[in-house]
């Protein structure tokens, strides 16, 4: 088994990265990053997500060494590398073209950057071996990156950063050329692998259910901006704005404009109870209204307390273990440049209406499959008014949820 020499140093936070202020202006004074300051534990495995330009690429190649530093500093471990060379950062990086070099065979891929600096032939052979093992390479390390699948390459690019036993791998969407379900399979064996080897891994991809399955922490970025850092399930369940409301989480957060009152809040044609505790009751305020898809729930299977609506299904999307309801509700849609920023839709482009002649607002609710529902037809659906998630409609902060750290408002 591969057991990094610089891992588990004892008071050692080798592998610890930690960015303050990181700002990069292009010379047409174009400001990809924005002031991003925050701390990558050693050995910690964090993504960085956002939509495409929103910087997360440009701040992985600042820490690589391989874009200059604007202003601010980068620290790994316990030396400040902002303006050292990449070689000089003990990283390694995993791109999404693999890279490889088509005319060496696996095995000479996986050694050549150790040949670069003159490791000793038997050291080369002993960590190829080793990290040939432990992503199942050997039966193909006599072969030609030619003859390997899209899956079997990025292996072998991974190996290629591991036999370096590097402080840190920075990997830059390096799945996104697979297809969905070699990806799904890759994310499995990525997860295992850091769990086995321990190394920091700083990670970007612009998908979010990626983020959520792979991060022990995530950070949103939004256009060069840090909105919120923090573990998948807490970014699920109390985001701190807007943006990251409706770019985590898949289905979408349901979000709608509405009005509370006393201890009832108010959307189109629905109005129901707050619930109890909330600290949203006894105000009087328009909101913007946010309800995730999985906190709906069929009648009967709801507990006694939840408030009911009743809706008629547009759309049942059945997809075996559980069933997706989307209905209309009696107001307009929630358009605001986060949500355009959360839906990667471009300003100028449409909100992303299907029927133009349909301003409703579009709910989805995700609920068991073993029902039968028939579009059309009124369905009553209980609503966990414990969950429910509230929105400034003018800066997009949240409102109400004391626990979720805000960094940036949407």
């Known amino acids: 088994m591969l ?34 300051s925050f701390d990558i534990a050693d050995g910690e495995f964090m993504v960085l997500v956002g939509p495409s330009g929103c910087g997360k690429s440009t701040l992985l190649r600042m820490i690589a060494g391989l874009e200059e530093v604007s202003d601010g500093s980068i620290i790994i471990g316990d030396q400040d590398v902002t303006h050292l060379q990449p070689r000089a950062r003990d990283i390694a990086m995993v791109f999404q073209n693999y890279a490889l070099y088509p005319h060496m065979t696996v095995r000479d891929n996986l050694g050549f950057g150790l040949k670069l600096r003159k490791t000793p032939k038997a050291e080369i052979k002993k960590r190829v071996d080793e990290v040939s093992s432990i992503l199942g390479l050997d039966p193909m390390l006599d072969r030609k990156p030619a003859l390997l699948s899209g899956g079997q390459r990025q292996r072998v690019a991974m190996g290629r950063a591991m036999v370096r036993e590097p402080k840190a791998f920075l990997m830059d969407e390096p799945l996104s050329n697979l297809d969905a379900k070699l990806r799904v399979t890759m994310r499995a064996e990525l997860s295992r692998l850091h769990e086995r080897l321990g190394i920091t891994t700083v990670y970007v991809t612009h998908d979010q259910v990626e983020a959520m399955t792979l991060g022990q922490r995530v950070a949103v970025l939004r256009d060069g901006v840090l909105q919120q850092v923090d573990t998948p399930q807490f970014l699920y369940n109390h985001p701190a704005n807007l943006f990251v409301a409706a770019f985590i989480g898949s289905p979408a957060m349901n979000l709608v404009n509405a009005r509370i009152q006393g201890d009832q809040v108010t959307f189109g044609e629905h109005t129901i109870t707050l619930g109890a505790g909330s600290p949203m009751i006894g105000t009087d305020r328009d909101v913007i209204l946010g309800m995730r898809p999985s906190d709906f729930d069929f009648v009967d299977e709801a507990n006694a307390w939840m408030p009911r609506i009743r809706v008629k299904t547009d759309v049942v999307e059945e997809l075996g273990s559980e069933s997706h309801i989307i209905f209309g509700v009696d107001a307009p849609r929630v358009v605001t440049e986060a949500t355009k920023a959360a839906a990667d839709v471009k300003h100028g482009d449409d909100d ?49 949820d004391t626990e979720a750290r805000t960094l940036a408002p949407a």
């Open 3 to 36: 057991t990094p020499s610089f891992s588990h140093q004892e008071g050692v936070r080798v592998g610890a990265i930690k960015l303050e202020g990181i700002t990069k202006v292009y010379p047409n004074g174009f400001k990809a990053t924005d002031n991003i």
């Open 352 to 400: 992303g209406a299907l029927l133009a002649d349909d301003q409703r607002t579009m709910f989805t609710a995700r609920v068991d499959g073993r029902h039968q529902v028939a579009v059309g037809n009124a369905v009553e659906l209980a609503v966990d008014n414990g969950r429910l998630h509230f929105f400034d409609p003018d800066t997009g902060l949240v409102l109400g």
